[in-house]
T-cell receptor
Framework: SQKIEQNSEALNIQEGKTATLTCNYTNYSPAYLQWYRQDPGRGPVFLLLIRENEKEKRKERLKVTFDTTLKQSLFHITASQPADSATYLCALLSGAGSYQLTFGKGTKLSVIP | EAQVTQNPRYLITVTGKKLTVTCSQNMNHEYMSWYRQDPGLGLRQIYYSMNVEVTDKGDVPEGYKVSRKEKRNFPLILESPSPNQTSLYFC???????????FGPGTRLTVL
């Protein structure tokens, strides 16, 4: 069966360090993978999209990698700040020609001052 | 301002009393979807719509109905709500399924 796993429910990190979050998937062949940020009680906010032919994407302090062989995406926040504390979700389409978007359960990141 | 709006934001109801949660977007998006979010289960897609009059089931469609009569609106209908539909509901829209999703503020539904 298809599965998306974000390997940590929670991650605590010291301010200034790099946070690395993982998204693994099985039985999908996604052409795209997305990352979102969600604050408590609010809707997710889009951060980055990476295509299957892109190894890496950057946006300010954010970096996403996408390894279709390992079936894994890594999401990095460099020079982390307490304001980065939130839940981060990965999402992908169920497969070629699919229109159904599936989200991982998320990783709750806490950046400690 | 480009946005997705949902109403109501909070709703407490009783089992079996039909309700509708409205969703509207002003970005001319073709793709719209509904999700429910529950602790430990994450965000799960209920229904999605590729365009007017085109809807399809997501992962958890049982007990829900949707309609897409206009491009901007995508209401979620619970014909006979039950307590297991108590959840936080989000509507989202985008130009295409693989594109950036814009989420509404959420509707917190409690079914007693």
């Amino acid at each position: 069966s298809q599965k998306i796993e974000q390997n940590s429910e929670a991650l605590n990190i010291q301010e200034g360090k790099t946070a690395t979050l993982t998204c693994n998937y099985t039985n999908y062949s996604p052409a795209y993978l997305q990352w979102y940020r969600q604050d408590p009680g609010r809707g997710p906010v889009f951060l980055l999209l990476i295509r299957e032919n892109e190894k890496e994407k950057r946006k300010e302090r954010l970096k996403v990698t996408f390894d279709t062989t390992l079936k894994q995406s890594l999401f990095h926040i460099t020079a982390s700040q307490p304001a980065d504390s939130a839940t981060y979700l990965c999402a992908l389409l169920s497969g070629a020609g699919s229109y159904q978007l599936t989200f991982g359960k998320g990783t709750k990141l806490s950046v400690i001052p | 301002e480009a946005q997705v709006t949902q109403n109501p934001r909070y709703l407490i109801t009783v089992t079996g009393k039909k309700l509708t949660v409205t969703c509207s977007q002003n970005m001319n998006h073709e793709y719209m979807s509904w999700y429910r979010q529950d602790p430990g289960l994450g965000l799960r897609q209920i229904y999605y719509s590729m365009n007017v009059e085109v809807t399809d089931k997501g992962d958890v469609p049982e007990g829900y109905k949707v309609s897409r009569k206009e491009k901007r609106n995508f209401p979620l209908i619970l014909e006979s709500p039950s307590p297991n539909q108590t959840s936080l509901y989000f509507c989202a829209s985008s130009f295409r399924p693989a594109g950036e999703q814009f989420f509404g503020p959420g509707t917190r539904l409690t079914v007693l």
